[in-house]
């Protein structure tokens, strides 16, 4: 019995060794790249997103850092790694304050994050401030009543935003606004969202709200559906069909028979498969 208890023992004190030394690593890892990044060095960044989750609270001390590169890159490794951990290391720089870092910080926590459960005491100072992105007006509509004030002012004039961190396209402020409205509530501005939809003379303002799209009640998914054999070219070289086809496996949770994301152009087969699908889900 001894013998067990003092081999017990010697487990656990090899494993928190074992944890000690895994966690001195890390660090010695992450302060090297971030050391070699600070000098504008990133061919090592992917040695940050391989630690995975146990690294995340090493990294995310140069989510504060003074260099705005450095905030930037930290965000980019963060997203790369996802998970709960670096959902919530990310939080705070939706509020950072730069507006690039934002920007980043938003398109990042959409993409890898539960952006429904999104922390609005961040996000809704960083949207109040100057050049918010088009996709961080839109998930401002995630904080419902809290955000109506503050989006209600930006459906005036005909101000252009980037529709994401980093990015060229422009979307209309008022668009992106409308979203956010219609996610926190608001019923009447669907009417300036299906006019996106239905938009002959942009690409740019449908593709915004396919990105949107999960997020969107029945009545707008409807009138998306059309999109879906829409072969008018984006300017990433895709079309709005492969934009759609995105949008509708992602709001319905399609499992389909193909690879599926934001670089492919698909083909009339797998179109057709989610067009058949997405019909029936709609079927008034």
């Not at 459960?117 to 839109?138: D, N, R």
Request: aromatic share 4%; hydrophobic share 45%.
């Amino acid at each position: 019995m001894l013998r067990n208890n003092a081999v017990g023992l010697a487990v656990v004190v090899l494993s928190s060794f074992c944890g000690v030394a895994a966690f001195a690593d890390n660090q010695q890892t992450v302060d090297r790249v971030f050391a070699e990044i600070r000098q504008g060095k990133l061919e090592n960044t992917g040695l940050l997103v391989r630690l995975g989750e146990a690294a995340v609270p090493e990294i995310a001390r140069y989510a504060v850092d003074g260099d705005v590169a450095v905030r930037g890159e930290t965000i980019a490794v963060l997203q790369q790694i996802g998970g709960d951990a670096a959902c919530r290391a990310m939080e705070p720089s939706l509020n950072d304050s730069a507006s690039e870092v934002r920007a980043k910080a938003i398109s990042a926590y959409f993409q890898r994050c539960d952006h429904s459960q999104v922390p609005c005491e961040y996000l809704l100072p960083g949207v109040a401030k100057m050049q918010p992105s088009g996709l961080a007006i839109a998930a401002a509509g995630y904080c419902g009543e809290e955000a109506v004030a503050l989006l209600m002012r930006m459906l005036r004039g005909n101000v252009l935003v980037r529709s994401e961190a980093g990015g060229a396209l422009l979307v209309p402020r008022n668009l992106a606004a409308s979203i956010g409205l219609r996610i926190a509530g608001q019923e009447a501005q669907e009417v300036r969202i299906r006019t996106a939809l239905h938009s002959k003379a942009s690409v740019v303002e449908p593709e915004f709200v396919l990105r949107m799209l999960p997020d969107l009640p029945d009545s707008v998914a409807r009138e998306a559906l059309p999109l879906l054999q829409d072969e008018r070219a984006l300017p990433s070289a895709r079309r709005l069909q492969d934009a759609a086809v995105d949008a509708f496996v992602a709001r319905l949770h399609l499992k389909v028979a193909f690879e599926h994301g934001r670089t492919r152009r698909y083909t009339p087969e797998e179109i057709e498969q989610v067009r058949v699908a997405a019909a029936a889900a709609f079927i008034p």
